[in-house]
């Protein structure tokens, strides 16, 4: 999948080179990131317990969400340099080198992976597996309640991120070059989060440390607060609190479903998972549009946050609350 996205990538400034760049290339560019980020994530997280011993998959996991963070700290930075100097279709021949390294370091990786099991004649079929996948989901009450908690976390999300940018740009005056600070003291607190992350669920506990993460969302309140000149440090004090809590929460729930998952069923399991949780994606992104019309930006903002907060009575009023630490790794 990587190679795949260095081909995309790389096909905006060969096309922009050549004065043949147009809008519907973008689009298909983004298409193909998009399906084969899809594909790659459902792979990683996957793999991981295959990679490293259950017992590690924690510290496995943030391991991930720290070079995560930290790319997310200082990507948007290089990305502006680089759009100064070489503009912007030159810039992301840098995305495809990069992403090239990665597959190379991908390609090192020699630990090899247990072969997939089929039927008892060895014959694979993708419907049985498709609908394993959304059994294992829907009989273990752990894992249908982190899927209803992170897909009613992400719709508020999404309506929040379409409101949040008209905020800035309409009502505070930002501007599209200044809204940068913001979102870059949002990425800081992701690599807080990630650093303290263990710190935190080993001091309240694994249950509490979900849910506390969830309540994060209701810092983006503070939003709301943002006026005059210093609006732009109000919006990243926001962001810098909230996205502290994103690195905490996944962590800790994605480690706990690979923990409680078999490995052989990995697969199905993160695939009918990522359908779930994404599935609200688009659909919070177009109530977005919705309700921003309909009812305002500033209404639309409160109530995407609202949504994406009262995500944590999935958790609160759930099984996943009353865990301390993670479960005993369940037997192959």
């Known amino acids: 999948m990587s190679l795949i996205q260095v081909a995309a990538l790389a096909s905006v400034p060969a096309a922009f080179i050549l004065g043949v760049l147009g809008l519907y290339q973008l689009y298909v560019v983004a298409l193909v990131m998009g399906t084969t980020t899809l594909f790659f994530d459902v792979a990683y997280q996957s793999y991981l317990p295959s990679l490293v011993r259950k017992e590690d998959v924690v510290e496995g996991n943030q391991k991930l969400q720290v070079s995560a963070s930290g790319a997310q700290v200082i990507g948007p930075s290089i990305a502006s340099l680089l759009m100064g ?4 279709a030159r810039a992301v021949a840098s995305d495809a080198l990069g992403t090239l390294t990665a597959s190379f370091l991908l390609l090192s990786i020699k630990k090899p992976e247990p072969a997939p099991e089929g039927n008892p004649s060895g014959q694979r ?3 049985a597996e498709m609908k394993e996948g959304v059994r294992v989901i829907t009989s273990n009450k752990l894992l249908w309640t982190q899927a209803g908690c992170t897909g009613t976390s992400n719709l508020g999300s999404n309506i929040f991120n379409v409101a949040i940018l008209l905020y800035a740009y309409r009502i505070l005056g930002i501007s599209q070059d200044s809204i940068g600070i913001a979102f870059s003291m949002g990425a800081a607190g992701f690599l807080v989060g990630a650093l303290i992350s263990r710190r935190v669920t080993a001091w309240i ?3 509490r440390a979900i849910a506390l993460s969830i309540c ?21 004090f926001a962001f810098f609190l909230a996205f502290m809590g994103v690195p905490i929460y996944n962590i800790n729930q994605v480690s706990l479903r690979q923990i409680i998952t078999p490995n052989r069923l990995q697969g199905r399991m ?23 019309n309909a009812f305002g930006i500033v209404p639309t903002l409160t109530i995407g946050i609202l ?25 192959e």
Do not use: C, E
């Open 125 to 127: 079929h993708f419907f």
């Open 205 to 207: 506990g694994l249950g």
């Open 216 to 236: 994060g969302s209701f810092a983006l309140l503070i939003v709301l607060l943002a006026n005059g000149s210093y609006a732009i440090f109000v919006l990243g």
């Open 307 to 331: 949504i994406s907060g009262a995500a944590v009575l999935w958790i609160v009023l759930g099984p996943i609350f009353r865990l301390k630490t993670q479960p005993d790794p369940v037997k």
């Open 85 to 88: 100097l070489l503009g912007a």
């Open 270 to 292: 993160n695939a009918t998972m990522r359908t779930i949780i994404w599935g609200t994606i688009p659909v919070g992104a177009v109530l977005g549009g919705i309700f921003a």
